[in-house]
């Protein structure tokens, strides 16, 4: 089972892939949030960012995205941001995502971005996230981490 963490104002706030992320979710004020089950392919869709959730009353609204990377500077600056937000797991070393995002943020750092968007003429026509899924690359989004 996975998890969508919302605010109480309806914002999708922290996702967790299964059970043992969730029991080990920081929560500043758990009375401030509603955790509610999703599909694994629900979940799927908002990791790889390719739907936002929000939430109204009980129901889950998605929303389609389109992200595109126009240049490789684009993307270099998304993988600037994801490794600035991933980072905050290493104040959390118990983690169970712990080593898998420490990897993860190596393999980023590894990237050769020109390759994947060479010039204006070949953008990137998803999210990074989703270029993962499609290419079978281990990655975790921000609000996985604690």
Do not use: R
């Not at 990791?47 to 995205?65: C, E, F, R």
């Not at 993988?79 to 420490?102: A, C, Q, R, T, W």
């Not at 270029?131 to 975790?140: E, G, H, K, P, V």
Request: glycine share 2%; net charge negative.
């Amino acid at each position: 089972m996975a998890y969508l963490v919302f605010s109480t104002d309806g914002l999708c706030a922290k996702i967790c892939a299964n059970d043992e992320e969730k029991n080990n979710l920081i929560l500043p004020n758990e009375s401030n949030f509603v955790i509610k089950s999703v599909s694994e392919s629900d979940f799927t869709l908002v990791k790889s960012n390719q739907k936002w959730a929000s939430l109204s009353g009980d129901t889950i609204n998605y929303t389609d995205v389109d992200i595109t990377f126009a240049s490789s500077a684009q993307l270099k600056t998304h993988f600037d941001m994801l490794k600035s937000y991933l980072s905050h797991i290493e104040n959390h070393p118990s983690h169970p995502i712990h080593d898998g995002v420490v990897a993860y943020i190596s393999y980023l750092d590894g990237v050769n971005v020109d390759s994947i968007v060479p010039n204006a003429e070949t953008p990137l026509e998803c999210s990074w996230e989703k270029y993962c899924l499609d290419n079978s690359i281990t990655f975790y989004h921000p609000l996985q981490i604690v």
